[in-house]
């Protein structure tokens, strides 16, 4: 992160995307662990700002990440703090604003008012353009967009405990026949 906007903020979060093994955005780790420390995402920072620095609590299991809690909403993740990411929509879901048309006066009077604002790059050629299953040029701010959307409207994705077992179970049967 840039160090001068750290320090002007008080807070920072991480940023990194990871993909599948196909390459596809679905899942984004809330948190990540550091030398015995835990760091959030920028998504999750972010929203944790908006709504008035509530307590953050990552609550750790033998088994990974039991629950990432923020104030009082429970965010379900999988063993390794991921939470699978409930999109919107394709790109520009969210509205897109250029810094020269902010710079210039040309945008809405209201348009930032109230609102998170992740600032960014969404030109081809810095590559922060990710496959996702809405798109295969899907900007990477809009996926941070879309996490901070997940955790605001509390729209989670999960797969239940039992799927495991189901999954299991449906390929010995599959095996079988």
């Given at each position: 992160n840039i160090d001068k906007l750290v320090r002007a903020s008080g807070k920072s979060g991480y940023y990194n995307i990871f993909p599948d093994i196909d390459g596809t955005v679905r899942w984004i780790p809330l948190v990540i662990s550091f030398q015995d420390r835990f760091y959030?995402?920028?998504?999750l920072e972010t929203v944790r700002s908006y709504v008035g620095n509530i307590p953050l609590r990552v609550r750790v299991a033998d088994h990974g990440i039991d629950t990432i809690q923020l104030g009082p909403v429970t965010i379900p993740t999988?063993?390794?703090?991921?939470?699978?990411?409930?999109?919107?929509?394709?790109?520009?879901t969210f509205p897109h604003y250029s810094v020269a048309d902010i710079l210039?006066?040309?945008t809405p009077a209201n348009a930032f008012r109230d609102r998170i604002?992740?600032?960014g790059s969404t030109a081809i050629g810095v590559y922060d353009l990710r496959v996702t299953p809405f798109s295969t040029v899907f900007p990477g701010l809009?996926?941070?967009a879309n996490v901070a959307d997940n955790i605001l409207r509390q729209?989670?994705?999960f797969r239940p405990?039992?799927?495991a077992l189901f999954d299991l179970a449906a390929i010995v049967l599959m095996g079988m026949l």
């Open positions: 959030p995402a920028l998504s999988d063993e390794m703090g991921r939470l699978f990411i409930n999109f919107r929509g394709g790109p520009q210039a006066g040309r604002v992740f600032v809009e996926v941070h729209t989670f994705l405990c039992w799927a």
